[in-house]
């Protein structure tokens, strides 16, 4: 099994080294400690500490209900209309999704860089959505 380096595993988590040697160091995530005394995290542990947050996060959100369960929330950094269509670009942590909908949808979402919003993806559609303040 591959091993990678604490950077490498805070990338795969999307988020920073110091947040993965705290998890480390608080006993939430296993390291070992390579030749050089540089910390590595196995790729089954690793895989196995994405799966156990992925399902005891679930929804962050309790208003919004939907049978797909891929959620990324996070902020419009580009919206794209023409006359009927509009491609949406979503930044949702090390993320980018990118969605096209229909202008009416766009336009009634208020869609525009800077707007907070959820990405869910279910096969091979992606659905925007506007969480509620």
Do not use: W, Y
């Not at 979503?90 to 993320?95: L, T």
């Not at 009634?108 to 919003?117: I, K, S, T």
């Amino acid at each position: 099994m591959p091993t990678f380096t604490v950077g490498q595993a805070a990338e795969l988590l999307g988020v920073s080294a110091d947040s993965v040697r705290r998890r480390i160091d608080a006993g939430q995530i296993d390291a070992i400690r390579d030749p050089a005394g540089r910390r590595r995290v196995d790729g089954a542990v690793l895989a196995r500490f994405c799966t156990e947050r992925a399902s005891a996060t679930g929804s962050t959100d309790p208003n919004l209900t939907a049978s797909a369960r891929n959620h990324f929330t996070g902020l419009v950094t580009k919206v794209v209309k023409d006359t009927v269509m509009a491609q949406v670009e979503i930044q949702a942590g090390p993320f980018r999704v990118v969605s096209l909908i229909s202008r009416e949808a766009a336009d009634q979402l208020e869609l525009a860089p800077g707007v907070l919003a959820v990405a869910s993806v279910k096969s091979t559609n992606v659905v925007i959505e506007i969480p509620r303040q």
